[in-house]
């Protein structure tokens, strides 16, 4: 099969999968309903929510000015971050990273290895302050998801288990990833795609400076930590709007383990069904049944796309400010 029909045959299960789990939350409500839960909206909590929104685009641009050594313009970065974001939650996560690469090469001019070793910092700072937040959340609310305990003891046990692997780099640098090869090769795992990706992922970050590499990833990780707790903040902020009754650091673990579903290749349309799926089952294991959760989580996916095309509007207005600019300079 053609690597072309073999996307598009992934791309469609992906839709099927959306379509059919949005159904199903669908099925547990009405138009009618959803209408009244958009009606009765908190506008003082949307106000707060949008701004938040704001705020995180804002604190992912800062984490990638700053990676990229602050020399790309601060208001550039913001226009790609906007698109990506917009891309990544309106079409595909590969749609979003796509034009995070296209946009750094062509408008930045900054080289697919430099661009491409920022990206994945990021997201390793990312994961690693979701650890942080998942570890707190998930303590502080142990007795009410006893269901969940050995899911999140898995995961919290693979994401420190990563950790160690990053830090191993650092001293062993090349040994360390030679070894790898040969032991994926010796298994002959190297024949998956996936496989051969994250061990030249792994090369390139081995290569750095050591030096270089400690003081970058710590800086990453302290970005990370901000953006998360901005993420946090915001997705309860998303609850209130419909006056979805649940204590915030409860909306934490269920934000957490959402940003760790993000990161398989699974979604389209910014989770759509998957986000709402998952959601419904959470809500009903912490006991939050006496609203239409249905309702409310199609209104809130209603209301995430408007704020994705609102920030659009930051491309035009930044052009015209940038035009403005110059004809004031002539």
Known sequence: MPPSTSIRWKDGLKVLLALVLIGVVFSRTSLGQIMGAIRGMSWSWLVISFLLFCLTTAFKGVQYWALLGYKTPYSQIIKIVVFQNALSNLVANSAGVASYFTMFRMDQNVNLKRSGLVFIITKIGDLVSVTIFLSISSALIWGRIEILHQMTLVLLTCMIAGWIVLMAIIPFRMKFVLLGVRIFHWLRLDRFKFVESGLGLIQMLAEQDWKVYARTFLLAIFLSLGY????AVYFFSRTQVFHIPIDFWASVYIVSLFQLVSMIPIQVFG???????????????????????????????????????VSLLYVPVDMLIARFGSLHDN
């Open 271 to 309: 989770g759509l069904g998957v986000s709402e799926f998952a959601n419904m089952y959470f809500y009903t294991l912490l006991g939050i049944v006496n609203i239409d959760i249905p309702a409310a989580l199609i209104g809130g996916r209603v209301l995430s796309y408007l704020f994705y095309l």
């Open 228 to 231: 998360m707790a901005a993420t």
